[in-house]
């Protein structure tokens, strides 16, 4: 199910524009004398009514506190206070309004959350992670991230990937050591998996990569990092991990909460990567 919130406005033209180009949403649907506007998972409809609403609060959360600092930049001047910490809710955050008066929170969540990310966001936003943070993720949520891998899309729907996952210290510095700098970032989190394939699939490969980039995917809606690491379909990394020696290994990963935050680096244009025949 999905959801979204209409509030009356008189100023429908002056209110579009500040939520547009002030505050950065999308404008999702325009039916006229409502508009709807999308940002991360809210959507937010404005109707051109006789009257306004202007109670609650409406509350756009980020992922750091410098992206809370450079929204108050932006509002300084109808801020009520500065970016503060409320240890009430855990949360860093400021308050402002808008045209008409509404009261606006831009804040972030200092505890860890529940799965919001979208699936665009997903996408967009997954990073290589090589810090994080000792506190070893709950059983509850790796089973999250591994529910979702059971959708992974393989040859003829045959099936045959599979994790193997392990919080053992000592294989994880072993496996760290194996390809020197590349595997290094395995030793920074409290558990590494490996991605792996049977040969009882004519795909083996392809579906083990597949897996893969479900997992990490996965892990990253659930608020985990994650770092490819490829070149492991190696003798002394199956002896380590109890892998078959005819199974493949595409790839293996350190998981867990992330220690750094990473901006979106440059990307090609799809003028670049998208070809016409």
């Not at 109707?47 to 750091?64: H, L, N, P």
């Not at 970016?83 to 972030?108: L, T």
């Not at 004519?202 to 083990?208: E, G, M, N, S, T």
Request: hydrophobic content about 35%; charged content about 30%.
């Amino acid at each position: 199910m999905s959801g979204l919130t209409f509030i009356r406005t008189t100023r429908l033209e002056e209110v579009s524009k500040f939520y547009l180009e002030d505050v950065g949403m999308n404008l999702w649907l325009d039916q006229g004398a409502c508009r709807i506007f999308k940002s991360g998972n809210l959507l937010l409809g404005f109707c051109q009514r006789e009257e306004s609403e202007t109670e609650g609060i409406i509350t756009f959360f980020y992922d750091t506190r410098e992206e809370v600092d450079a929204m108050y930049n932006k509002f300084s001047g109808t801020a009520e206070k500065p970016p503060r910490y409320n240890p009430e809710y855990d949360i860093y955050h400021f308050f402002c309004r808008d045209p008409e008066g509404r009261v606006i929170e831009f804040q972030r969540f200092e505890s860890k959350m529940n799965e919001y990310i979208t699936a665009s966001k997903n996408l967009m936003n997954r990073r290589s992670i090589r810090k994080y943070l000792p506190e070893m993720p709950s059983k509850e949520l790796i089973n999250k991230v591994f529910e979702l891998c059971r959708y992974s899309p393989t040859s003829m729907n045959r099936q045959k990937y599979y994790y193997v996952i392990t919080d053992n210290r000592t294989k994880i510095k072993q496996l760290a050591k194996v390809r020197g700098n590349s595997t290094s970032p395995l030793s920074e989190a409290p558990i590494a998996i490996a991605v792996c394939c049977t040969p009882e699939t004519k795909r083996i490969q392809q579906d083990a990569d597949i897996a893969a980039t479900y997992l990490l995917l996965a892990a990253h809606s659930q608020g985990l990092g994650t770092c490819w690491i490829t070149d492991m379909d190696r003798v002394e990394v199956k002896e380590l991990l109890d892998i078959p020696l005819e199974d493949y290994v595409t790839c293996l990963t350190p998981l867990g909460f992330p220690d750094e935050f990473k901006e979106l680096p440059a990307r090609r244009d799809i003028s670049q990567f998208v070809k016409s025949v």
